[in-house]
């Protein structure tokens, strides 16, 4: 952990950046918090130039700032509660003491905190010897029900270090997801998702439905596809890697509500944004398109396709066609209009014909010239 130099009997490094820096990890965000009001505090740490306020969120008490070139987030002590399970919590309590502020987080392993001024590590929960003992564990037998997104996160944490659920933990978490409450957020669910999938792990997926975690995402029982996913990513990277593994889950629930006349924004659908709708778009289109195994019928079928789209065709139809059009995706016509208007043809819907005739014989031929593509277009129109 690069030191801050920000001491203060009521300021403790918290939460994650504590469990990693127990396990020897790279963290990637400072969660600070404030025994206190935190926003004062910072308002003087500005005061006295030691650093510089980003952004205030007063309702939550929390505040940005950028202090040794390094962005922080500063937060008061606060409580949550659960009105809405599933839901955002509502903040309460806001300076209260650390204590509560540590019970109301996800697995022990992230409720410790270590004070700037003594480096003491204050583990009210026994998260050292989980962390000793690879285990992660609940603070509090409700966990679930109020955020069911911490399932993904226990998964999320399985897989980037190892640990496994304690028992009492694991029982939990089946109890819920035989009686899930579907009303939950998931837009929250969403970025769940994303960080665990985005890891491209195929030990995340195994564990996804040997813990019939799935079922978060579906009302249906699910097999899972037998394809090395991890391995494909690697092969061809994308941007939106969760999206390979589970957008077919995704694809089925809009079949299903589009099948029902259902509206499509219904809660059990994940928010996509343009980009991720295209994916799944794409990947119905090839999945109901007949395709041939020529080359000009998987040329035609793929081209424009998103490759995430591509990828979980691969994975679900089990044919290798969308694999045979990357390594001929790169051959195109040279020739344009302008090319066939200077060899005095003009302009009509029969262009495109044209264009096709020639893709289909620079398929069998990539290494035809612009000048041998010219003939043909001439032979075309003769
Ligand atoms: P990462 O390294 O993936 O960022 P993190 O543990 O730092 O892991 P954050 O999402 O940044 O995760 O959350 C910071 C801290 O806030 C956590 O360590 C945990 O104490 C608490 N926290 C985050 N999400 C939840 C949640 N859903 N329920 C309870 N506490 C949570």
């Known amino acids: 952990m690069q030191n801050l130099n920000l001491k203060d009997k009521n300021l403790y490094y918290i939460g994650g950046i504590v469990r990693d820096e127990i396990l020897n990890k790279e963290s990637f965000d400072y969660d600070i918090t404030y025994v206190g009001n935190a926003i004062e505090f910072c308002k003087n740490l500005e005061k006295n130039n030691i650093g510089k306020i980003l952004q205030i969120n007063e309702p939550f008490g929390t505040v940005r700032m950028l202090i040794n070139n390094k962005e922080v987030d500063i937060a008061s002590t606060r409580d949550e509660i659960y009105p809405e399970k599933g839901h955002l919590p509502v903040v309460s309590d806001i300076g209260c003491e650390l204590k509560k502020d540590v019970l109301r987080r996800d697995f022990t392993i992230n409720a410790m ?8 590590i204050i583990d009210y929960t026994n998260g050292l010897e989980d962390i000793k003992n690879k285990t992660l564990r609940v603070l509090h037998d409700n966990s679930f029900i109020d955020d069911p997104t911490r399932i993904l996160r226990g ?10 659920l304690d028992n009492h933990t694991k029982k939990l978490q089946d109890t819920y997801l035989e009686n899930i409450n579907r009303d939950m957020s998931y837009k929250r669910l969403k970025k769940e998702l994303i960080e665990t999938f985005n890891l491209n792990k195929q030990k995340a997926f195994d564990l996804f439905f040997e813990q019939k975690i799935y079922k978060l995402l579906s009302e249906k029982e699910l097999k899972k596809p037998e394809y090395n996913i991890e391995n494909l990513v690697k092969t061809y990277p994308v941007k939106h890697v969760w999206l390979v593994y589970i957008g077919w889950i ?29 994916i799944i778009d794409d990947y119905r289109t090839l999945m109901d398109a007949n395709i041939d195994s020529d080359n000009y019928s998987i040329y035609k ?22 694999l045979k059009y990357f390594k ?4 195109k016509v040279k020739i344009n209009g302008n090319d066939l208007k200077n060899i005095g043809i003009s302009p009509s819907k029969k262009y495109s014909d044209c264009f096709d005739y020639i893709l289909k014989n620079k398929l069998k031929n990539p290494d035809m010239t612009k000048t041998e593509e010219l003939e043909l277009a001439k032979h075309f129109f003769k």
């Open 113 to 120: 905190a270590k004070s700037t001024l003594t480096n003491e």
């Open 250 to 278: 995704i694809s089925d629930n809009f079949s299903q509500n589009l099948h029902q006349n259902l509206p499509l924004n219904l809660p059990q659908n994940i928010p996509l944004t343009k980009d991720e709708k295209k």
């Open 155 to 164: 998964l999320k944490f399985s897989v980037r270090f190892g640990f496994s």
């Open 301 to 322: 079928n793929f081209e424009n396709k998103a490759t995430e789209a591509i990828l979980l065709y691969t994975i679900m139809s089990g044919k290798d066609y969308g």
């Open 328 to 331: 001929i995706k790169d051959i």
